[in-house]
Protein backbone atom coordinates (compact mmCIF):
# COMPACT_ATOMS: atom_id res chain seq x y z
CA UNK A 1 0.00 0.00 0.00
CA UNK A 2 2.79 2.41 0.82
CA UNK A 3 4.11 1.56 -3.32
CA UNK A 4 0.81 2.65 -4.25
CA UNK A 5 0.48 5.55 -2.30
CA UNK A 6 4.01 6.87 -3.40
CA UNK A 7 2.56 6.52 -7.07
CA UNK A 8 0.12 8.52 -6.66
CA UNK A 9 1.94 11.15 -4.54
CA UNK A 10 4.30 11.66 -7.30
CA UNK A 11 1.93 11.62 -10.47
CA UNK A 12 -1.23 12.71 -9.35
CA UNK A 13 -2.68 15.54 -6.71
CA UNK A 14 -4.41 12.94 -4.92
CA UNK A 15 -4.19 13.28 -1.51
CA UNK A 16 -1.92 10.08 0.02
CA UNK A 17 -0.18 11.89 2.66
CA UNK A 18 3.23 11.33 3.65
CA UNK A 19 4.53 8.25 2.55
CA UNK A 20 8.14 7.23 3.07
CA UNK A 21 10.69 7.82 0.18
CA UNK A 22 12.55 4.39 0.94
CA UNK A 23 13.79 2.11 -1.36
CA UNK A 24 11.75 -0.67 -0.62
CA UNK A 25 8.88 1.50 -1.82
CA UNK A 26 10.17 2.82 -4.88
CA UNK A 27 11.07 -1.17 -5.90
CA UNK A 28 7.50 -1.23 -7.27
CA UNK A 29 6.55 2.26 -7.77
CA UNK A 30 6.10 2.17 -11.34
CA UNK A 31 3.90 -1.43 -11.68
CA UNK A 32 1.41 1.25 -9.44
CA UNK A 33 1.93 3.64 -11.72
CA UNK A 34 -1.12 2.51 -13.79
CA UNK A 35 -3.66 2.58 -11.11
CA UNK A 36 -3.37 5.96 -11.32
CA UNK A 37 -4.70 5.95 -14.76
CA UNK A 38 -7.19 3.76 -13.46
CA UNK A 39 -8.56 6.14 -11.30
CA UNK A 40 -8.47 9.25 -14.06
CA UNK A 41 -10.21 7.16 -16.34
CA UNK A 42 -12.64 6.42 -13.88
CA UNK A 43 -13.18 9.96 -12.93
CA UNK A 44 -13.24 10.94 -16.97
CA UNK A 45 -15.89 7.66 -17.36
CA UNK A 46 -17.75 9.32 -14.54
CA UNK A 47 -17.87 12.87 -15.92
CA UNK A 48 -18.90 10.76 -19.31
CA UNK A 49 -21.89 9.28 -18.02
CA UNK A 50 -22.95 12.55 -15.80
CA UNK A 51 -23.12 14.64 -18.64
CA UNK A 52 -25.30 12.21 -20.03
CA UNK A 53 -27.78 12.13 -17.49
CA UNK A 54 -27.89 15.59 -17.59
CA UNK A 55 -27.91 16.56 -20.93
CA UNK A 56 -25.28 18.60 -21.02
CA UNK A 57 -23.57 20.07 -24.17
CA UNK A 58 -20.95 18.26 -26.37
CA UNK A 59 -18.91 21.10 -25.89
CA UNK A 60 -18.73 20.68 -22.09
CA UNK A 61 -18.25 17.34 -21.89
CA UNK A 62 -15.38 17.60 -24.25
CA UNK A 63 -14.00 20.35 -22.00
CA UNK A 64 -14.39 18.22 -18.75
CA UNK A 65 -12.89 15.42 -20.58
CA UNK A 66 -9.64 18.07 -21.82
CA UNK A 67 -9.74 19.37 -17.80
CA UNK A 68 -10.11 16.36 -15.54
CA UNK A 69 -7.09 14.66 -16.56
CA UNK A 70 -4.48 18.19 -15.72
CA UNK A 71 -6.78 18.50 -12.10
CA UNK A 72 -5.79 15.09 -11.36
CA UNK A 73 -2.49 15.15 -12.13
CA UNK A 74 -1.28 18.89 -11.87
CA UNK A 75 -0.26 18.61 -15.51
CA UNK A 76 2.79 16.83 -14.22
CA UNK A 77 3.26 15.06 -17.69
CA UNK A 78 2.90 18.64 -19.65
CA UNK A 79 5.78 19.52 -18.44
CA UNK A 80 7.93 16.31 -20.22
CA UNK A 81 5.96 17.11 -23.32
CA UNK A 82 6.82 20.91 -23.67
CA UNK A 83 10.87 20.16 -22.80
CA UNK A 84 10.97 17.44 -25.45
CA UNK A 85 9.51 19.51 -28.18
CA UNK A 86 11.97 22.23 -27.07
CA UNK A 87 14.70 19.55 -27.02
CA UNK A 88 13.44 17.80 -30.46
CA UNK A 89 13.31 21.02 -32.53
CA UNK A 90 17.04 22.03 -31.47
CA UNK A 91 17.95 18.40 -33.90
CA UNK A 92 21.18 19.06 -31.68
CA UNK A 93 23.23 16.86 -30.32
CA UNK A 94 22.64 14.28 -27.71
CA UNK A 95 24.09 15.99 -24.76
CA UNK A 96 22.67 19.24 -25.98
CA UNK A 97 19.36 17.51 -26.29
CA UNK A 98 19.67 16.10 -22.24
CA UNK A 99 20.73 19.91 -21.30
CA UNK A 100 17.72 21.42 -22.97
CA UNK A 101 15.57 18.83 -21.00
CA UNK A 102 16.93 20.30 -17.28
CA UNK A 103 16.11 23.71 -18.26
CA UNK A 104 13.15 24.57 -16.45
CA UNK A 105 12.11 27.56 -18.75
CA UNK A 106 9.38 26.77 -21.63
CA UNK A 107 10.24 27.31 -25.40
CA UNK A 108 8.01 28.49 -27.73
CA UNK A 109 8.61 24.82 -29.50
CA UNK A 110 7.12 23.70 -26.17
CA UNK A 111 4.69 26.11 -25.99
CA UNK A 112 3.32 25.15 -29.57
CA UNK A 113 3.40 21.75 -28.86
CA UNK A 114 1.25 21.98 -25.36
CA UNK A 115 -1.76 24.04 -27.53
CA UNK A 116 -2.06 21.38 -30.55
CA UNK A 117 -2.01 19.02 -27.41
CA UNK A 118 -4.83 20.45 -25.57
CA UNK A 119 -6.94 21.92 -28.79
CA UNK A 120 -6.17 18.05 -30.41
CA UNK A 121 -7.96 16.17 -27.27
CA UNK A 122 -10.52 19.05 -26.53
CA UNK A 123 -11.33 18.73 -30.70
CA UNK A 124 -11.21 14.87 -30.60
CA UNK A 125 -13.06 14.49 -26.81
CA UNK A 126 -16.06 16.92 -29.26
CA UNK A 127 -16.03 14.57 -31.91
CA UNK A 128 -17.76 11.41 -29.71
CA UNK A 129 -21.17 10.93 -30.18
CA UNK A 130 -23.48 12.61 -28.22
CA UNK A 131 -24.03 9.20 -26.58
CA UNK A 132 -21.87 6.30 -25.10
CA UNK A 133 -23.33 3.22 -23.62
CA UNK A 134 -21.87 2.20 -20.28
CA UNK A 135 -19.69 -0.45 -22.20
CA UNK A 136 -17.99 2.05 -24.85
CA UNK A 137 -17.45 4.40 -21.71
CA UNK A 138 -15.54 1.67 -19.72
CA UNK A 139 -13.50 1.48 -23.42
CA UNK A 140 -12.28 5.12 -23.09
CA UNK A 141 -11.58 5.25 -19.68
CA UNK A 142 -9.06 2.59 -20.20
CA UNK A 143 -7.06 4.52 -22.59
CA UNK A 144 -5.27 6.20 -19.26
CA UNK A 145 -4.41 3.12 -17.71
CA UNK A 146 -2.68 1.72 -20.99
CA UNK A 147 -1.17 4.68 -22.14
CA UNK A 148 0.21 4.97 -18.37
CA UNK A 149 1.54 0.91 -18.52
CA UNK A 150 3.26 1.37 -21.55
CA UNK A 151 5.42 4.80 -19.96
CA UNK A 152 5.59 3.02 -17.06
CA UNK A 153 7.31 0.21 -18.97
CA UNK A 154 9.63 2.64 -21.00
CA UNK A 155 11.40 4.00 -17.67
CA UNK A 156 12.23 0.31 -16.41
CA UNK A 157 13.14 -1.27 -19.96
CA UNK A 158 14.93 1.36 -21.71
CA UNK A 159 18.15 2.05 -20.98
CA UNK A 160 18.66 5.67 -18.97
CA UNK A 161 20.13 8.83 -20.54
CA UNK A 162 19.79 11.25 -17.69
CA UNK A 163 20.47 11.65 -13.69
CA UNK A 164 17.04 12.74 -12.93
CA UNK A 165 13.78 11.10 -11.45
CA UNK A 166 13.63 8.45 -14.30
CA UNK A 167 17.15 7.15 -13.11
CA UNK A 168 16.15 7.23 -9.65
CA UNK A 169 12.76 5.03 -10.02
CA UNK A 170 14.91 2.70 -12.47
CA UNK A 171 17.64 2.26 -10.93
CA UNK A 172 15.72 1.50 -7.48
CA UNK A 173 13.52 -1.35 -9.59
CA UNK A 174 13.95 -5.02 -8.90
CA UNK A 175 14.63 -7.74 -11.01
CA UNK A 176 11.14 -8.59 -10.19
CA UNK A 177 9.78 -5.45 -10.81
CA UNK A 178 11.00 -5.66 -14.13
CA UNK A 179 9.37 -8.80 -14.82
CA UNK A 180 6.27 -7.84 -13.60
CA UNK A 181 6.18 -4.70 -15.53
CA UNK A 182 6.75 -6.74 -18.60
CA UNK A 183 3.58 -8.84 -17.40
CA UNK A 184 1.59 -6.14 -16.99
CA UNK A 185 2.57 -4.56 -20.28
CA UNK A 186 1.81 -8.08 -22.03
CA UNK A 187 -1.72 -8.49 -20.34
CA UNK A 188 -2.57 -4.61 -20.72
CA UNK A 189 -2.54 -5.33 -24.43
CA UNK A 190 -4.37 -8.37 -25.09
CA UNK A 191 -7.47 -6.50 -22.86
CA UNK A 192 -7.06 -3.61 -25.10
CA UNK A 193 -7.51 -6.00 -28.12
CA UNK A 194 -10.19 -7.80 -27.04
CA UNK A 195 -11.97 -4.98 -25.22
CA UNK A 196 -13.74 -3.26 -27.87
CA UNK A 197 -15.80 -6.61 -28.64
CA UNK A 198 -17.40 -6.15 -25.13
CA UNK A 199 -19.01 -2.82 -26.18
CA UNK A 200 -20.97 -4.63 -29.13
CA UNK A 201 -24.72 -4.10 -28.46
CA UNK A 202 -26.49 -7.41 -26.84
CA UNK A 203 -27.74 -7.79 -30.33
CA UNK A 204 -24.49 -8.42 -31.67
CA UNK A 205 -23.00 -10.76 -29.26
CA UNK A 206 -24.26 -14.37 -30.25
CA UNK A 207 -22.79 -13.01 -33.92
CA UNK A 208 -26.02 -12.62 -35.77
CA UNK A 209 -24.41 -10.12 -38.06
CA UNK A 210 -20.53 -11.54 -37.98
CA UNK A 211 -19.64 -8.92 -40.76
CA UNK A 212 -20.70 -5.52 -38.34
CA UNK A 213 -19.26 -7.45 -35.68
CA UNK A 214 -15.73 -7.79 -38.02
CA UNK A 215 -16.18 -4.33 -39.02
CA UNK A 216 -16.46 -3.19 -36.19
CA UNK A 217 -13.56 -5.09 -34.45
CA UNK A 218 -11.15 -3.80 -37.62
CA UNK A 219 -11.94 -0.30 -36.66
CA UNK A 220 -11.15 -0.61 -32.99
CA UNK A 221 -8.13 -2.94 -33.33
CA UNK A 222 -5.85 0.14 -33.70
CA UNK A 223 -6.85 0.66 -29.98
CA UNK A 224 -3.84 -1.36 -29.41
CA UNK A 225 -1.61 -1.37 -31.90
CA UNK A 226 -1.07 2.59 -32.18
CA UNK A 227 -0.07 3.04 -28.78
CA UNK A 228 2.68 -0.07 -29.42
CA UNK A 229 3.81 1.58 -32.40
CA UNK A 230 4.29 4.83 -30.67
CA UNK A 231 6.28 2.50 -28.16
CA UNK A 232 8.57 1.47 -30.58
CA UNK A 233 8.92 5.11 -31.99
CA UNK A 234 9.85 6.46 -28.41
CA UNK A 235 12.64 3.26 -28.44
CA UNK A 236 14.68 4.61 -31.16
CA UNK A 237 13.92 8.31 -30.12
CA UNK A 238 15.46 8.05 -26.87
CA UNK A 239 18.33 5.94 -27.85
CA UNK A 240 19.17 8.12 -31.33
CA UNK A 241 18.60 11.49 -30.36
CA UNK A 242 18.83 11.43 -26.42
CA UNK A 243 21.20 8.35 -25.33
CA UNK A 244 18.43 6.96 -23.23
CA UNK A 245 15.15 7.27 -21.98
CA UNK A 246 14.56 10.04 -19.41
CA UNK A 247 11.14 11.53 -17.13
CA UNK A 248 10.42 13.88 -19.71
CA UNK A 249 10.17 11.04 -22.51
CA UNK A 250 8.28 9.27 -20.63
CA UNK A 251 5.60 12.00 -19.95
CA UNK A 252 6.23 13.17 -23.73
CA UNK A 253 5.05 9.71 -25.21
CA UNK A 254 1.72 9.68 -22.31
CA UNK A 255 0.42 12.24 -23.95
CA UNK A 256 1.29 11.54 -27.36
CA UNK A 257 -0.11 7.54 -26.44
CA UNK A 258 -3.53 9.06 -24.81
CA UNK A 259 -3.93 11.66 -27.81
CA UNK A 260 -3.52 8.84 -30.30
CA UNK A 261 -5.96 6.66 -27.88
CA UNK A 262 -8.76 9.36 -28.09
CA UNK A 263 -8.16 9.84 -32.12
CA UNK A 264 -8.59 5.95 -32.65
CA UNK A 265 -11.46 6.04 -30.22
CA UNK A 266 -13.42 8.77 -31.53
CA UNK A 267 -12.74 7.77 -35.33
CA UNK A 268 -14.09 4.14 -34.57
CA UNK A 269 -17.18 5.47 -32.73
CA UNK A 270 -17.94 7.80 -35.61
CA UNK A 271 -17.57 5.17 -38.83
CA UNK A 272 -19.46 2.35 -36.95
CA UNK A 273 -22.89 3.27 -36.90
Request: aromatic content about 8%; charged content about 10%.
Given at each position: MDTIRLAFAMFSRIPMGSPAWSARNKRYMMCAFPLVGLVLGAACAGFILLCGYWELPDAVRALGLTLIPLALTGGIHLDGLADTADALASRAEPERMRAILKDPRVGSFGVIALIVYLVSVFA?????????????????????VYSRTLSAAAVLNFPNGSDGLNKTFSDSASK????????????????TVCLPALTLHEAYMPFRNAS?????????TPL??????LYTYLSRTAKRRFGGMSGDLAGWFLCRCEAAYLAVFALGMTFWK
Open positions: LALALPAELTVRQTILFGWGFGARKLMNVIVSAAIVIAVLRFIGIMAAVPVL
